[in-house]
């Protein structure tokens, strides 16, 4: 047993099968050939149809759920084919019904969300077209961010905010009548991080440098660290929902109070978080087979909601970190944070942190699809993802168990066969050993040295007993893989854009919704995975078999990324969302309507 799988099991409890060392895959048995295994470690390998040649029978159909996933039927198509094939439809759809006019984008902003635009719409509208904004009326998660603060006395929003300015660690930025800047005014930072982290804030409200002076008067604080913290209740915050939908106000004094603690007060009461809390267990580290059957990404928002997949409760730094989680707040609080789960009310600015035009990847050795080399998953990461003391459950949060999936020797995989196209059954999976697909199929590891770990607890320690510790890759280095995986950090993950601009394929999961997410469509323009992880092999199968599709869906996010990330969308998204907020946060919000 290798001293990584005996540190394993020292730290989940729970027996490994002895660790299969295999370097490359030199003698191979039909049945894996059929599988679709590679017959050498970076080389690709042929998709084959293992079916018998029997009278073809109608393909059945996959079964979606409202959790965002699609349960993989043995009698359909392989999923990934259908799911590609959905999402073009989907995007080609959502750019060709874009508003090409002022009125259109007023008619459809009244059609969505049931109200008039904020006053500076047209204004708004000006720049958009100057600056060639694609997609005018796909600003959904704006929506998301601030609707349940319609449902709060705008007098009650003014006095929490009057008290956040006073909260530890945040930054406070304000634009008055009389000015035309929306600069920092206080702040209450520890000394030794000030300039850091003030610099974070400033450079967000550097993208409103051209236009900040069309901003009506507001004042906003900013949380300048990774994560979120304002929990929500779910009561509180479906009240204030149900009192926007009405066109009515919640006083705070009339809002319930806040009994218990625990991730879960975000969640609806017949949610599965709620009903199966006593069941949540963390997700298992030593095997990927399950008696369950497959499942893929359908919906990449939906399957981030831990309400609905509670399993992420024990899976994800996020929660993990806080174990059964912290008390929620007694009201919505305006702050605004540089991410949210789906269990927070932390409002999302746009965050231009890793933002590149794509040059500079390009100058540092990014090379065509046709003329990269390995065809593994890349990645290098930090130990990353919650702080790892002694009595924390770290071993089971997202980075841990990424690298454990990828690079684990001993145990079985379940993988679907890939058949050459859609017109025949996937069949069943079919179990594999993890010593053969991962030295071939993954090139994952942790670089540099453990970090956000108790050195004097022995974690940091732990941390390098149990993993390798490879030296970081250069940009050329990391330009040689066609797929690329991403994932979330201490928060979301900054590397998304420089990703998506390389001319790789990358694999994403994330719990976090980003301000583009609206704007994005999975399966067009990135891979969609699951924070379990269980439908990672099958995705790089699929997609080491299908080279022309991985290609595709690359050279769509490189364009997507030139296209619809471009600094003036930055910069449209952040002045739309505080043409909205000071809407809100006005004590006379009828008067911050546009109107023709």
Known sequence: MTRMHQNLTKLISCRSASAVFVACIVVITLRTFLLGLPQTCIEGFSAVDFRPHAEAQPLQEHTYTPGGLLIVNPNGPHPIFELMRNAETAWEAKVARASRTLDEAVAEYKRRYKRLPPRGFDKWWDYVVK????????????????????GIDPH??????????????????????????????????????RVELQGTIENILGL???????????????????????????????????????????????????Q?????????????????????????????????????????????????????????????????????????????SLCASLLHHDIRPVVPYGWTSGADAEAEGDVPWDMKVDGRLGWRGSTTGMYASPSSAWV?????????????????????GVPRDGSVPVGVPEKVRMG????????????????????????????????????????????????????????WSGRFKRLVTSNALIFKATIYPEWFSSRIEPWVHYVPIQVSYTDLHDAVAFFRTHDALAAKIAAAGKEWSQRFWKKE????????????????????????????
């Open 131 to 150: 600056h060639d904004v694609q997609l005018p009326d796909e600003y959904d998660e704006i929506y998301h961010d601030l609707e349940p603060f319609w």
């Open 156 to 193: 009650d929003l003014a006095n929490t905010q009057e008290e956040l300015e006073h909260h530890k660690e945040t930054v406070t930025a304000c634009k008055t009548p009389s000015s035309a800047r929306l600069e920092i005014v206080s702040e209450t930072l520890p000394e030794d991080r």
């Open 208 to 258: 409103l440098k051209d236009v900040q002076h069309e901003l009506p008067p507001l004042r906003i604080t900013f949380s300048p660290y990774d994560n979120p913290s304002m929990l929500s209740d779910w009561r509180i915050k479906n009240m204030t929902l149900e009192a926007a939908a009405k066109g009515t106000t919640i006083k705070r004094s009339e809002l319930p109070d806040i």
């Open 260 to 336: 218990e603690a625990g991730w879960i007060q975000a969640c609806p009461p017949d949610s599965p978080a709620r009903l199966h809390r006593a069941s949540l267990r963390p997700l298992s580290m030593t095997t990927n087979i399950s008696s369950a059957p497959k499942t893929f990404v359908a919906s990449h928002r939906a399957t981030m909601d831990p309400c609905t997949h509670p399993s992420l409760l024990t899976s994800h730094g996020q929660f993990l970190s806080h174990n059964a989680g912290p008390f929620p707040q007694r009201t919505l609080v305006p702050r605004f």
């Open 396 to 416: 089971h949060s997202h980075r841990m168990r990424f690298v454990m999936a990828t690079s684990r020797l001993a145990g079985n995989v379940s993988v679907l």
């Open 436 to 491: 053969a697909v991962n030295p071939a199929w993954m090139d994952v590891a942790f670089a540099g040295e453990a970090v956000g770990c108790d050195a004097d607890g022995g974690t940091c320690e732990e941390m390098e007993e149990l993993w390798e510790f490879r030296r970081w890759q250069s940009r050329r280095e990391e330009g040689r893989y066609k797929f690329i995986f991403d994932v979330d950090g201490n928060g």
């Open 569 to 596: 969308d930055m910069t449209a998204y952040l002045y739309r969302l505080l043409l909205e907020y000071a809407r809100i946060a006005s004590l006379n919000r009828e008067s911050m309507n546009y109107e023709r």
